[in-house]
């Protein structure tokens, strides 16, 4: 099993960027799929996430502080989860990971494979 995120970048305030989760070894629509993201100095913080594909993708927030900007949603075709982010702030700063569970549970599953590598966004005030 192997998940790899990709799309970070360094971005102004107010810009968008498109975080993609491809999947190897296991079928994503049978796994919710959550982000989480750690700022430096801060604990992994659980983002939303998206439940599996035969509980009708139910998109949870985690985190409030990105209701009405970010997204998640599936592409279970290419095995590919991605994130919209819009109106980035600075606070939105961090290393993003997806991982892959049986359910939305906001803790993140216990198998390190199950986690992607991370990948850095930074937005500049």
């Known amino acids: 099993v192997q998940l790899v995120e990709s799309g970070g970048d360094l971005v102004q305030t ?3 960027l498109r975080l993609s ?8 629509a049978d796994f919710a799929v959550g982000w989480f993201r750690q700022a430096p100095g801060k604990k992994r913080e659980a983002v939303l ?3 599996p594909t035969n509980y009708d993708d ?27 982010m819009n109106s980035l702030k600075p606070e939105d700063t961090a290393v993003y990971y997806c991982a892959a569970e049986f359910y939305c549970s906001g803790y993140g599953p216990h198998r390190d494979d199950y986690w992607g590598q991370g990948t850095q966004v930074t937005v500049s005030s």
């Open 58 to 84: 139910e998109v949870t927030y985690l985190t409030d502080s990105v209701k009405g900007r970010f997204t998640i949603s599936r592409d279970n075709a290419g095995n590919i989860v991605y994130l919209q």
């Open 14 to 16: 107010g810009g968008s």
């Open 21 to 28: 989760c491809a999947a190897s070894g296991l079928t994503f």
């Open 49 to 51: 996430c998206i439940s």
